[in-house]
């Protein structure tokens, strides 16, 4: 078992509501596009449970349509189904793709209509069907293919590892999802390597049966990859030409190159900087760093290092947040003003030759106004959320992929999800002030595997996505619970670092992730249960100097009476009565630092 480790103090800070309305919608939609691309070669036609290998692939594929959301961008490729399989055939049926439903909305219909007409014929060109997958897809955000194949490539070249390569080193937000159907040898490898080439899963089927499981499976996390939400924004390359940013939440994409920012913050308010940063899975860092450097208005540095986040194993794929607040009177920077916040992620020692790949970076502003009296009901001595146990049926979810779409949990129960090797989902759960939560997760059993059950990660987030606890372990199927404290105002007054992240209400987060132990890479779900318990009565709130704009979490507390709206979306004001949400600021040192992000990998 593993915990976050502090080498040099850093600045934590929970952000509150802002007083400007910001406007268009958000940059991304809630649904990545998709392209499923299915084989529909010769060996298709081969027997199978209940007919041949295609009918098998055609009930998966029809299990797939019946379960899409709604506003699923999704489109179907075949290769394979237009030529014959002879020596004559060879130059054509290497360049036989089709794209027979184009990446759309609701089109049901139409995917059902095409997945009956599939033939099983041709060759298998696996490389050539990605690059035509890709051009298929729209340009710009996060993309998705789901590829389903019961053998390698027969058309190299192109080789299909070399075409992942290819895609991934174009810096296109391209992931690609693999599923072996019978498959072993080389055939698995080369799926493998396309998945893993891009930051994708793979996943073994190796029945008609164990398809119509895991096709679903598969398209759903494709469907809810990290979703990146805000207001399109581009920093600029040096403090001078920063633009100017309001209370709202913004998009940018980031490099190794920082990107400055600025926000006017009015005499007596307090600026919220957060800026978060989705990591690529399957690249060849296996350290990534972020970096904050704050500036106040007479143009010095807050702080004498920048705040930093340091990511081990980052090649797996991660979210890394860094946050900062100020005017602090413990700082160089007391008074309000025109500040400038530089977001960089800086190359690790030991890997400077290999290139930060530019990234979706998310922004988030916030301004909190003065209280009339932020004194708040005193903390009592004992303030832990004790952990629960919650007997009893579980009730299904599906976790979302991002902080954006993270599903909101009723409150205390107990929930079970199935992730596959490498998926990292999101929950949260609204608290109230006076109120803590506390969850313990288990995993398995895991089809198909033998030796150790699932390598889990499980994190306990702060309403403002900062990591206040987190665990790890690939020995047991039974992590430790993760407690927090009750939510009060006074809190972020306390001696202890972790109880001052829980002085605000509002929505906090649950994050799993199924690394995989033995045999998870050849792509085995993982079931696993959440056991939830709310626990606190509760209490009165601050007052603040005015009624201001609000949350854009989407929850707000109004007196005793806890109101949760999924509003998620950029563009909605943010509003908070003046009896509701307060702020929290920690300053752990004035010289900010870094905090390594260590989970170990045991078995």
Excluded at 121 to 147: K, M, S
Aim: one cysteine or more.
């Amino acid at each position: 078992m593993s915990r976050w480790v502090v080498v040099v103090a850093v600045i934590l800070t929970v952000l509150a509501g802002g007083p400007v309305s910001v406007g268009p919608a958000s940059a991304e939609a809630a649904s990545n596009p998709l392209m499923v691309v299915v084989d529909s070669s010769g060996s298709m036609a081969e027997t199978d449970t209940g007919g041949t290998r295609l009918d098998s692939a055609k009930r998966a594929l029809g299990a797939f349509v019946d379960r899409l959301p709604a506003g699923a961008r999704v489109g179907l490729g075949a290769y394979g189904t237009g030529t014959g399989s002879g020596p004559e055939d060879h130059a054509a049926g290497c360049r036989d793709h089709r794209q027979l439903v184009a990446v759309g909305e609701g089109d049901t219909a139409g995917l059902r209509s095409a997945i009956d007409g599939l033939q099983p014929r041709g060759y298998t060109p696996i490389g050539y069907a990605l690059r035509q997958a890709a051009a298929a897809l729209p340009a710009g955000g996060e993309r998705g293919i789901v590829l389903v194949s019961d053998g390698e490539d027969t058309c190299a070249p192109p080789e299909p590892c070399a075409v992942a390569k290819e895609l991934a080193g174009q810096g296109i937000r391209l992931r690609v999802h693999t599923i072996g159907f019978r498959v072993s040898g080389v055939a698995r490898d080369q799926l493998s390597c396309i998945a893993n080439a891009t930051g994708g899963t793979y996943a073994d089927a190796e029945d008609g049966v164990a398809l119509e499981r895991v096709l679903p499976r598969t398209v759903a996390k494709a469907l809810r990859s990290y979703q990146v939400r805000g207001i399109p924004v581009d920093g600029s390359a040096t403090p001078a030409g920063a633009p100017v940013l309001t209370a709202g939440s913004y998009v940018d994409d980031i490099d190794s190159e920082a990107r400055h920012y600025a926000v006017d913050v009015p005499d007596g308010w307090r600026v919220y900087f957060s800026a978060t940063v989705i990591l690529p899975a399957g690249n060849n860092l296996g350290v990534e760093m972020l970096s904050l450097a704050p500036t106040g208005p007479d143009g010095r540095p807050c702080t004498t290092s920048p705040i930093g986040e340091v990511i081990a194993g980052a090649d797996k794929g991660a979210v890394a947040t860094v946050t900062a607040a100020f005017p602090d009177a413990g700082t160089a920077c007391k008074a309000s003003g025109r500040f400038t916040f530089a977001v960089s992620r800086p190359h690790p020692d030991g890997y400077r030759d290999i290139p930060v790949l530019n990234r979706p970076l998310e922004i988030q502003v916030r301004l909190e106004p003065p209280t009339l009296d932020d004194s708040g009901p005193a903390v009592p001595a004992n303030n832990r959320a004790g952990f629960v146990e919650q007997p009893g049926p579980s009730v299904s979810v599906v976790g979302g992929g991002s902080f954006a779409d993270a599903t909101a949990l009723p409150g205390s129960g107990r929930y079970t999800d199935t992730l596959l090797a490498g998926e990292r989902v999101f929950f949260k759960v609204a608290l109230d002030w006076g109120q803590g939560v506390s969850y313990r997760l288990s995993a398995g059993p895991c089809s198909g595997v033998t030796g150790i059950e699932a390598q889990l990660d499980d994190s306990l987030r702060t309403k403002y996505r900062l990591t206040a606890q987190s665990a790890t372990d690939g020995q047991t199927r039974v992590l430790d619970p993760l407690e927090s404290p009750r939510v009060f105002y006074r809190n972020r007054d306390s001696g202890n670092a972790a109880t001052k992240l829980w002085s605000m209400p509002g929505w906090y987060y649950l994050e799993v992730f199924v690394t995989g132990g033995t045999g998870h890479q050849r792509g085995t779900t993982t079931p696993v249960t959440l056991e939830v318990s709310v626990s606190g009565d509760r209490i009165s709130t601050p007052r603040y100097a005015r009624d201001v704009t609000a949350d854009p979490e989407g929850s707000v507390t109004a007196g005793s009476a806890f109101i949760a709206t999924n509003t998620g979306e950029s563009g909605s004001s943010w509003v908070l009565t003046g009896t509701a949400i307060g702020a929290f600021v920690l300053i752990a040192a004035t010289s900010g630092g870094w905090l390594i992000h260590r989970r170990s990998r045991r078995g």
